[in-house]
């Protein structure tokens, strides 16, 4: 890929029982204005660089150390499972335990919203506690509305108002 990515290896195991973070990686750890150009990942927004956001998060999920990360992006499909995580930054990476993309999803889901997909994987793993990060709210149940950090697609994390929304809703999942 020609970027200097470290890879953690061994992934946790997924615990339902535990708190979880549904993560997107577009609008939310960069704008979302990223393509793939052959074997690269280009970030098409002068100023910004690619998860310059992680730090952030990794920040904000530093007081909840058995708070777990499923990978809830288009990343994981287009590049595979463990290359995706590997662009995480390592503390992010060892709290990675699953995606919602995988390799015996049903045909067509990539045609189901973001929502559909989170709570599809919510159901099979039964989760009990989880929180989705995202610049997608397409389809959101009104029932779910609050598990949803809705963040805008050009500045994600790095919008004060989403890292004070994240920061109190971690708090009430982790508590």
């Known amino acids: 890929m020609g970027e ?8 946790r195991q997924r615990d339902p029982k535990l708190p979880t973070l549904f993560l997107d990686f577009d609008g939310v ?38 708070l777990q990360i499923v990978l809830a992006t288009s990343w994981v499909r287009q590049l595979g499972f463990e290359v995706a ?29 973001r929502y559909e997909q989170i709570q599809r994987n919510v159901a099979r793993h039964r989760h009990e506690r989880w929180l ?16 949803l950090v809705l963040t805008d697609s050009l500045l994600g994390l790095g919008a004060a108002s989403a890292q004070v929304e994240l920061r109190d809703k971690l708090a009430l999942l982790c508590r």
């Open 85 to 113: 995580r590997a662009y995480l930054p390592e503390s992010l990476q060892r709290r990675v335990v699953g995606a919602t993309w995988h390799e015996t999803v049903p045909r067509g889901w990539e045609k189901l919203t």
């Open 4 to 11: 200097c990515i470290t890879v953690v290896t061994g992934i």
């Open 29 to 66: 750890l960069h704008p979302d204005e990223v393509y793939r150009v052959g074997e690269r990942i280009v970030l098409r927004m002068d100023g910004f660089s690619l998860f310059e956001w992680s730090e952030v998060l990794d920040e904000l999920m530093e007081p909840y150390p058995a």
């Open 132 to 147: 989705a990060v995202d610049d997608d709210g397409i389809g959101w149940s009104d029932e779910h509305r609050s598990n």
